[in-house]
């Protein structure tokens, strides 16, 4: 299949267009069910189905599709998918899926998914656009976990469930609280525009 | 009665929609940046909020559990809540024009705002009935007034405040959101529901 | 006219298309989300009642109640409780014996309370505190001491409404067990 920029394409969801980071979408599951790392996880794998899914159904057929129902279209492939995700969770994850409970469903409205049918897969072709959901999915999951295992650090003393920190750590119960959640988005959101100007500045000269 | 003030209450203020449950973050942070911008969204919001809630809570119940489908419930809650969005921007440019020239530009943005499909699901996983449901849409709506205007204006002080640059943006908007959300947890004990 | 048709027969089939990828995704999918349901129950029942070997479910007056038994012998009645939380929904299970005064236990199946604080309320050692406590006179908490009556347990700390609720919870549906399985008698 012809796909020149595939590399480039697939690095870019990683670092230099994270959704998280650098586009400030998504925020809602991202903020809501990051209060243990595999939570988070779970999140991550669920949004990345959906996004890889609806990015190949949509690319296929996105010739087809008159402009003017184009969002209606979208819409409805990706709660097609959302739903059979949800379902899926329920049925062999059911503590996962009782612990993120409205937040599988929302992932319909997450502005990522449709912003990429939009932004990306309506232009391009199937390779690209199934290479650009991989990394977009991936960068999103890595941030879910990496947001979930610091907040499950400070908050339960625990990463993934296993203890990390001793007896003697008092739980910040901030962290699990929702503003834990904004408060630690916030600074990473800042560390990373920091290293990315440093990484930028090293660059040019 | 006792019950549509606690619902209305807690949706407003002890549970607020954005604090708490994080939803309508992305206009949150993306229309935050004056008072008069953050009062119009959230009137727009509440609006088609209540409205969402009336339709959806018709239709899931009437169509969806009177025939077996459950299944169907988020994609035709979606497509109810776009078409709402639209029906209602044609409805205020014919009607109205002066107040489509204030909320107009609100309107498609909020079709994608999680807050209200999340409003819908949580009506249906609490088993409100129609009326609850209303009140319920329109505490939603208060509430995330309420808190974008109140970003709003913390967010014009800050306009000449010295923020660290990376931090400028979406950075100081989510720490003073973790900020708001501690301070309206001291409303937690007002009630228990 | 050729666009308008074009428009509508693309919606119509994916309107098609997705509702029939839902109806086998559902097929699939529900009864195991059924099987999952029922094996909460029924863990739940076993881990209330560890020595009962099988369970009956019977329907008194609108409730659900479940016969835990070891051999034909009836240990307790097991019995879901439902009420508001702090947060949200708070769903249990309880156990009580035969004789409705004293309580074996309790589990916590669903709840959306405070991570960290309110949810403490699914810990073993706020769970536990129930394990043989009064029914009567109704159950009661306290804060921040240990409990000195035989029908007190010790609210979690920093979360008193989460606490009450499930205390309040329990009461209100031992009163209408208690109510409905004396008429029975």
């Given at each position: ?6 590399g480039?394409?697939f ?6 267009e ?15 069910v990051?209060t243990?790392?595999l939570f988070?996880?779970s ?11 609806s990015?190949l159904?949509i690319s296929?057929?996105r010739k087809?599709?008159?402009p ?27 503590t996962?899926s009782k612990e993120?409970g409205?937040?599988v469903?929302l ?9 990429r049918q939009?932004?990306f ?6 390779a690209e656009?199934f ?5 977009m ?5 890595a941030?879910?976990?990496l ?13 993934f ?7 003697g750590f008092?739980n910040?119960?901030?962290?699990a609280?929702p503003?834990g959640a ?8 800042g560390l990373?525009?920091?290293?990315n100007s440093?990484l ?5 000269i | 009665m ?5 619902i ?6 002890t ?5 708490t449950?994080?939803?309508?973050i992305c ?9 008069e911008?953050?009062v119009?969204?959230?009137i727009?919001?509440?609006?088609v ?5 009336c ?7 009437f ?5 077996g489908?459950?299944?169907l419930q988020y994609a ?17 440019r014919?009607?109205?024009?002066a ?5 107009g ?5 909020i079709t ?13 996983l ?13 505490g939603?709506?208060?509430g995330?007034t309420?808190?974008?205007?109140i970003?709003a204006?913390?967010r014009?002080e ?7 640059k990376?931090?400028?943006g ?16 001291g409303?937690g004990g007002l009630i228990?529901? | 006219?050729r ?19 839902l109806?086998?995704?559902?097929k699939?999918?529900n009864p195991?989300?059924l099987?999952?349901q029922?094996?909460e129950i029924?863990?739940?029942?076993f881990?209330i009642?560890?020595k009962?070997?099988?369970?009956e479910?019977d329907i ?7 016969r835990a038994?070891?051999g034909g012998k009836?240990l307790?009645?097991a ?5 508001n939380?702090?947060q949200?929904?708070?769903?249990m ?6 004789n409705?005064?004293t309580?074996?236990g ?9 991570p960290?604080?309110g949810?403490e309320i ?9 394990k043989?406590l ?11 001491k ?7 347990i010790?609210a979690?700390?920093g979360?008193?409404v989460s606490?009450s609720a499930?205390?309040?919870i329990?009461?209100?549906k031992i009163?209408?067990l ?8």
């Open positions: 299949m012809h796909c020149k920029n595939c480039k394409e690095c870019k969801g990683l670092w230099r994270n959704p998280i980071f650098f586009q400030v979408l998504g925020m809602c599951p991202t903020l809501a990051t243990k790392a988070g996880f999140m991550g794998m669920a949004t990345t189905f959906v996004l890889i899914s990015s159904v296929c057929i087809l599709v008159p003017q129902v184009r969002i209606a279209t979208f819409t409805v492939i990706i709660a097609t998918f959302v739903t059979c995700a949800d379902y899926f969770l329920k049925a062999n994850f059911y996962i993120l409205p937040y469903p992932i319909v409205v997450n502005c990522i998914i449709l912003g939009e932004a897969v309506s232009k391009h072709s199937v656009s290479v650009d959901a991989v990394g999915g991936i960068g999103f999951s941030v879910l976990v947001l979930g295992s610091i907040r499950e650090l400070l908050g339960f003393g625990t990463i469930y296993y203890k990390i920190l001793g007896e008092e910040w119960v901030i962290m609280l503003a904004f408060i630690t988005l916030g600074f990473l959101v990373f525009n920091w290293l440093k930028t500045s090293a660059h040019k | 006792i019950n549509l003030t606690l209305f209450i807690a949706a407003a203020i549970h607020n929609f954005v604090l449950y994080f939803l309508g206009p949150f942070i993306g229309v935050s940046k004056r008072i911008q953050a119009g969204m959230g727009a919001t509440t609006f909020m209540t409205l969402a809630a339709v959806t809570w018709i239709i899931y119940h169509i969806l559990i009177r025939f489908l459950p299944f035709s809650f979606i497509i109810v809540i776009a078409s709402l969005v639209q029906i209602v921007e044609m409805f205020i014919k009607v109205s024009p107040l489509y020239r204030a909320l530009i609100y309107l498609p943005l994608t705002n999680c807050a209200i499909l999340g409003l819908t699901l949580f009506m249906i609490r088993k409100y009935t129609f009326l609850e449901g209303v009140v319920f849409g329109v939603a709506g208060c995330f309420l808190a974008l205007v970003m204006g913390i014009e800050l306009e000449c405040c010295d923020i660290p990376p931090l400028q979406a950075g100081i908007t989510l720490i003073i959101a973790g900020m708001l959300a501690l301070s309206f947890m409303f228990s529901r | 006219m666009k308008t048709i074009q428009m509508i027969s693309v919606l119509t089939i994916i309107g098609l298309v997705s509702g029939t990828v109806v086998f995704t559902y699939y999918a195991l989300i099987d999952n029922k094996n029924k863990e739940a029942i881990k009642f560890p009962a070997d099988t369970y479910k008194i007056e609108d409730s659900v109640i479940f038994k070891e009836l307790g009645y019995f879901l409780a439902e009420g939380g702090y949200g929904a708070i769903k299970m309880a156990g009580i014996e035969p409705l005064e309580l074996v309790i589990e916590i199946l669903e709840s959306q309370e405070t960290g604080l949810q699914t810990e073993e050692e706020f769970k536990a505190q129930f043989g009064m029914t009567s006179p109704k159950i009661t908490y306290v804060k921040n240990p409990p000195e009556r035989p029908n007190e010790r979690v700390t979360a008193t606490s499930v205390v309040s329990l009461n209100e009163k209408k208690k109510n409905a399985l004396q008429k029975l008698r």
